[in-house]
T-cell receptor, first 118, second 113 residues
């Protein structure tokens, strides 16, 4: 069974640009969560999508958005990039009935996309 | 505010030795606690998941304990190997609608030969 895949793996952008990251979950998983990881803040939750609907949202500005397609693949978009957006963006999939932290479900993380904003 | 605190921030141990990582949380209501291992440049990998009623769970040389009364957990690594060098992240689920996850800052472990 293939794991979670994320593309691209590495990305360099400049301030003010926008970026789209892609995540393909494990086959059969309907929930996709996105996280930002920085050395200073650790892992922070961005949002979760389930069946094409955003089900949970973290405390990030509106520049961060996402969507999920009918095949459960998900994209995350960041507009008007800032230097502080440089981070590892991780995607995780699971097949929960009640959110990514439900007891019966393990989250499987992808390798991440490392975004550098210059 | 839900918080997860891990200690120490970093740890250096010699190959073959044991070590214990700590996790204290204030997440409420509590649903479950997870330990993840994250190698440099890779996504986290789940080690254990424990619910309120479980006080210990093992995965190979990794043993996690949970004291739901004191809201503390530990991860014990036995007979460490060089491949154990990684960050270990404690994550707590709040058990509310959506089961939101709160992440600890992680403990970076370096195993030296």
């Amino acid at each position: 069974k293939a794991g979670v895949t994320q593309t691209p793996r590495y990305l360099i952008k400049t301030r003010g640009q926008q970026v789209t990251l892609s995540c393909s979950p494990i086959s059969g998983h309907r929930s996709v969560s996105w996280y930002q990881q920085t050395p200073g803040q650790g892992l922070q939750f961005l949002f979760e999508y389930f069946s094409e609907t955003q089900r949970n949202k973290g405390n990030f500005p509106g520049r961060f958005s996402g969507r999920q397609f009918s095949n459960s693949r998900s994209e995350m978009n960041v507009s008007t990039l800032e230097l502080g957006d440089s981070a590892l963006y991780l995607c995780a999939s699971s097949s929960p009935r009640r959110g990514p932290g439900a007891t019966t479900d393990t989250q499987y993380f992808g390798p991440g996309t490392r975004l550098t904003v210059l | 505010k839900n918080q997860v605190e891990q200690s120490p921030q970093s740890l250096i141990i010699l190959e073959g030795k044991n070590c214990t990582l700590q996790c204290n949380y204030t997440v409420s209501p509590f649903s479950n606690l997870r330990w993840y291992k994250q190698d440099t440049g890779r996504g986290p990998v789940s080690l254990t998941i424990m619910t309120f009623s479980e006080n210990t769970k093992s995965n190979g040389r990794y043993t996690a304990t949970l004291d739901a009364d004191t809201k503390q957990s530990s991860l014990h690594i036995t007979a460490s190997q060089l491949s154990d060098s990684a960050s270990y992240i404690c994550v707590v689920s709040d058990g509310a609608a959506g089961n939101k996850l709160t992440f600890g800052g992680g403990t970076r472990v370096l195993v030296k030969p």
